[in-house]
């Protein structure tokens, strides 16, 4: 099984010197729709939105610290808002979620479940094994899933060997899962520095992925 390698770099730790990430590596099965798993989800919505408003945002860690840190980072997160964030908020506003495919809509449960931003990569399109999270600069290129040319400047960025794949605003194109995906890395970010946290919602992925996804399971790469 491959090995990743994950470095959380300085400029990070300088705005956030608590974080906490944890990511997911196994071999799965896409699919197009499971009609279990969103058996699953809106079971998990109709309970969750009896428990939280939108006003409920305000008061949940995992949401507000990664807000404070683009902030820090000099990006407004109104403006590029943090895909955890954005989840919860569609979710509370009573919106159905967005069917992509199994892989996708089973970390988008885990995202509102956890309130943490999820970057799901197809493994195998990742340019070698060391990963690095640092800081986006001015006109470094990067092209966001669905939204063209995306200005990185001052968001969190995770970089192979190529260049970004991955923020909490937006996943690149160039390392997205599709159906032919057998190999997810999903990493969660935990602006929030609560470990524990972290390790149980990359468990919950853990766990969708057997369930759901004929997944063994994995391994799971603390940083």
Same mark, same amino acid.
């Given at each position: 099984m491959r090995t990743f390698h994950i470095q959380v770099l300085p400029e990070i730790s300088q705005v956030c010197p608590n974080?906490?990430?944890?990511a997911v590596y196994a071999e799965f099965q896409n699919s197009l729709y499971s009609e279990s798993l969103w058996q699953e989800i809106n079971r998990f919505l109709a309970e969750y939105r009896q428990?939280?408003?939108?006003?409920?945002?305000?008061?949940?860690p995992s949401i507000q610290a990664t807000r404070q840190v683009y902030k820090r980072c000099g990006k407004d997160?109104?403006?590029?808002?943090?895909?955890?964030? %954005?989840? =919860?908020r569609?979710?509370?506003q009573g919106k159905d979620l967005y069917q992509i495919d199994t892989a996708v809509d089973l970390i988008n449960l885990a995202s509102i479940a956890y309130g943490y931003s999820i970057g799901g990569f197809d493994a195998d399109k990742i340019q070698g094994d060391h990963l690095t999270l640092g800081i986006g600069r001015e006109n470094e290129p990067y092209e966001g899933i669905g939204r063209g040319s995306l200005n990185?400047?001052?968001l969190p960025v995770y970089r192979d060997m190529f260049g970004g794949i991955g923020t909490p605003t937006s996943d690149n194109e160039r390392t997205k899962m599709?159906?032919?995906?057998?190999h997810i890395? %999903?990493? =969660?970010n935990g602006y929030d520095g609560n470990r524990q946290n972290v390790l149980s919602c990359a468990?919950?992925?853990?766990?969708?992925?057997?369930?759901?996804?004929?997944?063994?399971?994995?391994?799971?790469?603390?940083?």
């Open positions: 974080f906490a990430g944890a428990q939280y408003t939108t006003e409920s945002i305000k008061e949940m997160p109104s403006r590029y808002r943090p895909s955890g964030e %954005a989840l =919860v569609r979710a509370l990185i400047a001052g599709e159906i032919s995906t057998c890395l %999903a990493i =969660v468990k919950y992925i853990q766990k969708l992925l057997q369930q759901f996804a004929q997944s063994t399971g994995g391994i799971i790469i603390q940083f």
